[in-house]
């Protein structure tokens, strides 16, 4: 159950975070002609998923330094905080290739930019484990080059689902932070703490992203 679990996490971490690389593959590729578009899109998303899967093991490994597992949490809860207030269009600015290869090259770097949130999101939800990175990151691959426009529209029309997404990053972000060996510690005899800990970044990620939503209706009105 808990391989399952944590699966199901990483399914939904990709599909609320790999929109926005999607959005960076299709504005490199725009200028291409339509023969060599497709190609790009999906020879670009293979290469961006293998450096994603390079960057997702280094994290792996780095999250077994003591204080980083705390510390990643910390940031995780800060992402998840930032993609349900943000109204910015990330990689809009990116510049069109005008060749294959060029295409490749700017799809590659920008994903490998942008998509450190997926990977500090993934790594996370993993707790370790290599299998399910792998499992992840093959589910992550059709949702980038052929679902992730359909699940932008979706989000548009249906904003709560997006906050699906950041209840899914903060709750990953709180399993980090009391799975961190001396927090862990401390905590194994107050299981209760354990759940106010989950309650404080869930609720503290989702309150505050509402609070921030609203404020500019309230200006407005």
Do not use: C
Not at 9 to 25: E, K, P, S, T, Y
Not at 90 to 114: E, L, N
Not at 200 to 210: D, E, K, N, R, Y
């Amino acid at each position: 159950m808990d391989f399952l679990s944590s699966l199901a996490a990483i399914v939904v971490i990709d599909l609320v975070l790999a929109g926005d690389n999607a959005v960076v593959i299709a504005l490199a590729a725009r200028q291409l002609p339509p023969a060599l578009q497709r190609r790009a899109i999906v020879w670009g998303a293979v290469g961006a998923v293998v450096v994603r899967a390079s960057l997702t093991v280094g994290v792996l490994w780095l999250l077994q330094v003591p204080g980083l597992m705390l510390a990643g949490g910390a940031l995780l809860a800060w992402i998840a905080y930032r993609l349900l207030t943000s109204s910015d269009d990330k990689g809009r600015d990116i510049a069109p290739a005008v060749g294959f290869w060029a295409a490749m090259r700017t799809i590659v770097i920008a994903d490998a930019v942008m998509g450190m949130d997926n990977v500090l999101a993934v790594a996370g939800a993993a707790h370790g484990s290599v299998l399910l990175v792998v499992i992840g990151l093959l589910i992550s691959i059709p949702i980038v080059v052929w679902g992730s426009t359909l699940i932008l529209k979706w989000i548009e029309r249906v904003p709560s689902l997006l906050y699906i997404g950041g209840t899914v990053l903060a709750w990953t972000a709180a399993s980090m932070i009391t799975g961190e060996p001396r927090v862990e510690a401390e905590l194994a005899s107050r299981p209760v703490f354990r759940t106010l800990v989950y309650l404080a970044v869930i609720g503290g990620v989702l309150g505050l992203a509402l609070l921030k939503n609203r404020k500019p209706a309230t200006e407005v009105a």
